[in-house]
């Protein structure tokens, strides 16, 4: 099957030679310019690898990001010619999956590529549903059912928090981390806000929510989903 790249970048010749090359390479490729234009392409394109450049014309890289994250698991290789610390913490606590500086080796650049089409389903391909007692969490479709088949309603906040954990079985998903998936905000430190949330999420999942079997809070530390 055939990986699609959304490459964005606004910088014309530098995202022409990326998307020539990636078609050599027999990747399919749709072309961004700008922020706007990505979100508009990764929602009806579903591509299997985004390329991102943090400064755009419009939209900050890490806002994309942050927006992305809201619904996709796509894996997201950040393109920066930011080489600060900051700028790279940043983009992988909101969620991106890598992080390449300018100028680049293109040979690495691709084989990043590589490596993160092997870490997830390609496109088209069935995602077994992770049960979470007798409820069935379909990321795919981010749908979750109930015992009896019924479809269980949850806000975009409860499902990226829910996202979160169940990406991560058995791990730790430290506070900071988790507080950055809900307020896009890797200085936010207001736990109660977190407490808040995943009160809701075992009110809707668990069998008994004031004894959690699933979604266990380490004190002091952060979250873990347990099956």
Known sequence: MTVTVLVVEDE??????????????????????????????????????????????????????????????????????????????????????????????????FARVRAATRRVPATGERVEPIMLGRVSIDTATMTVTGPDGERIHLTPTEWRLLDALVRNPGRLVPTRLLLTQLRGDPDHTDSSYLRIYMAQLRKKLEDEPSRPRHLITEPGMGYRFQQ
């Open 12 to 109: 014309h010749g530098l995202l022409r030679a990326l998307s020539m090359n990636l078609a050599a390479r027999g990747y399919d490729v749709v072309e961004a310019g700008s922020g706007t234009k990505a979100l508009t392409a990764a929602a009806s394109e579903h591509p299997d690898v985004v390329i991102l450049d943090l400064g755009l014309p419009d939209l900050s890289g890490f806002d994309v990001i942050k927006t992305l994250r809201t619904y996709s698991r796509v894996p997201i290789i950040v393109l920066s010619a930011r080489t600060g610390s900051s700028d790279k913490v940043t983009a992988l606590d909101l969620g991106a999956d890598d992080y390449v500086t300018k100028p680049f080796n293109v040979e690495e650049l």
